[in-house]
């Protein structure tokens, strides 16, 4: 059962542009979301973590989450060539023993 | 600022063998994690363990795996007879609570079945 898909990119953008990037879930249990950044060969490392609907900003990243549509987003503005990374977003249900990935959007910020 | 540590960071065996991968999870951390990615698919859930025991596994882990915190600070992820499938990222993960708190996560081990 896939239940969080994410596109998998590449999306390739220019330095300081906005970038969105979604994922949409099925699974209506999920009340935790996460976006992690995933550098090649690396752990995934946690960059926002919300619960239920709304939004939360930290910095140049907004996550958004819409229950309604089960689709969740993160936004990163002024983007960097750092931020060059795969983007996985994850998900939980309240009895929170596993987080259920996406596949990962790859995306590349050109100098 | 603590971290998720693993060793070793790749590993080679041929098929058939045991290996061991080790995780030393961050210190007041009381749950953790195994997951594995295999090269280009998605991160997957394999294991949770928590006041000695599992508290939840997936389908991946089968009689082939087995999960121990052998003493206070390390935990290991142990596959009996490896198959080239197995070849896979592991990342060890922990978390202060449950999953429903932060999860972070080690660098990785790479495993190459031969």
């Known amino acids: 059962q896939k239940e969080v898909e994410q596109d998998p990119g590449p999306l390739s953008v220019p330095e300081g542009a906005i970038v969105s990037l979604n994922c949409t879930y099925s699974n209506s249990a999920f009340q935790y979301f996460m976006w992690y950044r995933q550098y090649s060969r690396k752990g995934p490392e946690l960059l926002m973590y919300?619960?239920?609907?709304g939004n939360k900003e930290d910095g140049r990243f907004t996550a958004q989450v819409d229950k309604s549509s089960k689709y969740i987003s993160l936004f990163i503005r002024d983007s960097q060539p750092s931020d060059s990374a795969t983007y996985l977003c994850?998900?939980?249900?309240?009895?929170?023993?596993?987080?259920?990935f996406g596949g990962g959007t790859r995306l590349m910020v050109k100098p | 600022e603590p971290e998720v540590t693993q060793t070793p960071s790749h590993q080679v065996t041929q098929m058939g063998q045991e290996v061991i991968l080790r995780c030393v999870p961050i210190s007041n951390h009381l749950y953790f994690y195994w997951y594995r990615q295999i090269l280009g698919q998605k991160v997957e859930f394999l294991v949770s363990?928590?006041?000695?025991?599992?508290?939840?596994k997936s389908e991946i882990f089968d009689d082939q795996f087995s999960v121990e915190r052998p003493d206070g600070s390390n935990f290991t992820l142990k596959i009996r007879s490896t198959k080239l499938e197995d070849s896979a990222m592991y990342f060890c993960?922990?978390?202060?609570?449950?999953?429903?708190?932060?999860?972070?996560f080690g660098p990785g081990t790479r495993l190459t079945v031969l």
């Open positions: 994850a998900s939980c249900n309240n009895a929170g023993n596993m987080l259920t």
């Open positions: 919300t619960y239920s609907s």
């Open positions: 363990f928590y006041n000695n025991e599992i508290s939840e």
């Open positions: 993960a922990s978390s202060r609570v449950d999953s429903t708190d932060t999860q972070y």
